[in-house]
């Protein structure tokens, strides 16, 4: 089959299975979620529909493609027998989603042969559907979308994250203590997809983050790189979790710049 075809094919199950998901979400969330149980720290939260969001997800890939692999936040790593992986975070936002702020995402990312190819993010509460496809551009509601571009650091909207362990924390405020001064303003979400997504809409300028998973960004990332965003690392690093940081090229290095210096582990 045709590589842009079956990246089609990909990317409308994605868009579809993500559209599904936030549905099921929509209608069993209780006025107030309970937190089921924590994770790595007593801020890592989950609740029993972040299980339930992403058994639906594996469930549909199974019925749909029986074969490819499915990584999930929830449910680990499934091998699979082809080349596809699906990167799933079935709530991207958990303590938003916990709170009622309403920003939460379904994040669903395609994978063939190790590369993200097809990418569905999924705002549920605010309805948008953000989509792209390798060299297929960047999508909300039937619009092609387009990173700002020759913006300056000092005049920089800049989105930022937090991971769940207090050390971290400690130095993540110490870093963006430093950032503040430097920028027009920070902006903490609560979800790296959707920040992502921010960026490849023009809502912020930049987005950074220590410590973001894969499945947090998987899906996410196309989306700003298909909107014209460069995503990397630093030094010339892909992304990982010791940095996801991602601009327009040119604001990209100069946020690049800022942070080396003051990565206390140095990429
Ligand atoms: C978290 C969100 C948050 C980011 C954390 C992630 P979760 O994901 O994306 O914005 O700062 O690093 O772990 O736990 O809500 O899926
Ligand atoms: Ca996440
Ligand atoms: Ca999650
Ligand atoms: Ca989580």
Redesign the pocket.
């Known amino acids: 089959m045709d590589d842009r075809v079956r990246e089609e094919e990909l990317l409308d199950l994605a868009a579809r299975i993500a559209e599904e998901a936030g549905q099921m979400l929509l209608a069993k969330r209780p006025a107030r979620p309970e937190v089921l149980a924590t994770k790595s720290s007593p801020t890592?939260v989950v609740t029993a529909l972040d299980r339930a969001a992403e058994e639906l997800i594996r469930a549909r890939i199974a019925e749909a493609r029986p074969r490819d692999a499915v990584l999930g936040?929830e449910g680990g790593d499934t091998p699979g027998e082809g080349v596809v992986r699906w990167v799933v975070?079935p709530?991207?936002?958990?303590?938003n989603f916990l709170y009622g702020v309403p920003d939460w995402a379904v994040s669903i990312g395609v994978e063939v042969d190790g590369e993200i190819v097809a990418g569905a993010v999924n705002n549920v509460p605010r309805g948008e559907l953000f989509t792209a496809r390798r060299g297929g551009g960047a999508w909300l509601r039937g619009e092609r979308l387009r990173c700002n571009t020759g913006v300056p650091l000092d005049r920089a909207l800049v989105a930022t994250?937090?991971?769940?362990g207090a050390a971290r924390r400690r130095v993540q405020a110490e870093v963006v203590a430093q950032v503040v001064p430097r920028v027009r303003d920070i902006r903490r979400?609560?979800?790296?997809?959707i920040?992502l997504c921010s960026v490849a809409a023009g809502r912020v300028d930049a987005y950074y983050?220590r410590?973001?998973?894969y499945w947090?960004h998987a899906a996410a990332g196309l989306v700003a790189a298909e909107a014209g965003a460069r995503v990397g690392g630093l030094n010339g690093k892909p992304v990982s979790p010791d940095m996801v940081l991602c601009a327009a090229p040119g604001l990209f290095e100069e946020l690049h710049d800022l942070l080396v210096p003051l990565d206390p582990e140095r990429d």
């Not at 709530?91 to 303590?95: A, N, R, W």
């Not at 994250?161 to 769940?164: I, L, M």
Request: hydrophobic residues 20%; proline residues 0%; contains cysteine.
């Open positions: 890592d936040e975070d709530i991207d936002g958990t303590v994250g937090f991971g769940y979400g609560g979800s790296c997809a920040d983050e410590g973001a998973n947090d």
